[in-house]
């Protein structure tokens, strides 16, 4: 028997007025998913624990069978864990992003705007270049050594900051993607002394980014400059229960996303990573599911996550959000189950979103999403339903996306 996850990142969502009152995963062409769900189990399940704030690291550590209430201490450290990194003694770690801010640029930074969290997508190697010449910059490399802080570039937006002796406690770090479009003052770093200092370097970041030779071209292109950073996802260590141990199956997991892959690494499955796979909606659907395909000839357990849903609704971009859930039924399912049925495999398939991403503000959501598993044994009768937030409703509920892993390998 073989056991798959398809982790769409961000695709359930809320009705939207522009499509009258329907949902992106109702208005979507998904047949594959679709027929899969009608022969199999629909329902709800709680990705995000109680008193969490919305976000793929603890509904992801969740859905692999690892309870954030236990072992949830942030994103950041899941992150570095996939890069081999290793925190120092005290140590603390965070995401860095490359952001765009907005507004006249004699403006206070705090009278600033989040325009993009990833700002614009950009790539990975312009990435790299403007976070390693910030941290070689004379100005900016003597604050960052006072701070304790290095960088480690991230080859996209998502560059980690490691720092030594890091005081947490009471800060207070916003995830930049949830506050698209809103002034920095109400989501700037605060609670402690050590939220002054990562303030102190976000403000000299974006004057010294404003004007790079990289930014400049970037403007005169049409792209959003990458003139700004952005410290959240703060953690100190992460320990994570061993996945074959618990479920009797070994496996990888693709992704672009180095969250995805730290938790591999934690719980003792491989990281996969596919050169092509961009974590946006045009992303190398058929690499991923070719690199699934090939974790499964040798082991039980293979799982897929797709960003591209959450990065376009981030974007506000019905359109790809809409385009990537089709993408993942149709280039993603639909060939991996029929590769698997044409080796005469069997095989059990889970499929959810991670959490909602609302295309109305560009925010995670931490109300439910639904599920579906699906048995190409076929022993029992289906839900006869489509996959979507209300036809989930109308089935059984989950309280923790623990709960999901027991049901996939029939614990």
């Not at 899969?36 to 509904?59: K, N």
């Not at 570039?153 to 002796?165: I, K, M, N, Y």
């Not at 359109?319 to 149709?330: A, D, F, L, R």
Request: charged residues 25%.
């Amino acid at each position: 028997m073989k056991y798959i996850l398809i982790i769409g990142d961000g695709m359930a969502d809320d009705p939207l007025e522009e499509l009258s009152g329907r949902t992106p995963l109702e208005v979507c062409k998904k047949p594959y998913f679709d027929s899969l769900c009608e022969r199999g189990e629909l329902g709800m399940v709680q990705t995000i624990p109680e008193g969490f704030p919305p976000g793929s690291d603890t509904a992801i550590m969740g859905i692999f069978g690892c309870d954030p209430a236990k072992y949830f201490s942030g994103r950041a450290p899941l992150e570095l864990a996939a890069s081999g990194g290793v925190l120092p003694e005290g140590g603390a770690c965070y995401r860095c992003n490359m952001v765009t801010l907005g507004g006249v640029e004699s403006l206070p930074y705090a009278e600033k705007l989040m325009v993009s969290h990833s700002a614009g997508s950009i790539e990975g190697e312009e990435s790299d270049e403007l976070i390693e010449w910030l941290f070689n910059n004379p100005e900016f490399a003597v604050m960052a050594k006072a701070a304790g802080m290095s960088i480690r570039p991230g080859s996209s937006f998502r560059h980690l900051a490691v720092q030594e002796d890091a005081d947490l406690e009471g800060i207070f770090l916003a995830p930049p993607h949830d506050h698209l479009g809103e002034k920095l003052a109400g989501i700037l770093p605060r609670g402690n002394a050590n939220a002054a200092a990562l303030l102190a370097l976000m403000e000299k970041a974006n004057a010294l980014l404003e004007h790079h030779p990289i930014n400049e071209k970037r403007r005169a292109e049409g792209h959003l400059p990458a003139n700004g950073i952005w410290f959240w996802a703060e953690g100190k260590g992460a320990k994570l229960p061993n996945f074959t141990e618990h479920y009797g199956a070994g496996g990888g997991v693709v992704s672009a996303v180095p969250l995805c892959h730290g938790i591999a690494v934690l719980v003792g499955l491989e990281p996969v990573s596919v050169p092509t796979a961009t974590g946006e909606w045009d992303t190398d659907y058929e690499a991923k599911t070719a690199a699934a395909l090939k974790i499964l000839e040798t082991d039980d357990f293979a799982a897929v996550h797709i960003e591209a849903p959450d990065e376009a609704t981030h974007n506000h971009d019905l359109e790809h959000k809409i385009y990537s859930v089709e993408c993942i039924s149709e280039r993603v399912v639909k060939p991996l189950c029929e590769a698997l049925r044409a080796k005469g495999e069997d095989f059990r398939l889970l499929i959810l979103s991670d959490h909602r991403t609302f295309m109305s503000s560009g925010a995670h959501g931490a109300t439910p999403v639904p599920y579906m598993i699906y048995d190409s044994r076929e022993l029992t009768p289906g839900c006869g339903l489509a996959y979507s937030e209300a036809n989930g409703e109308r089935g059984p509920f989950l309280r923790s996306g623990t709960e999901l892993m027991p049901k996939l390998f029939e614990k």
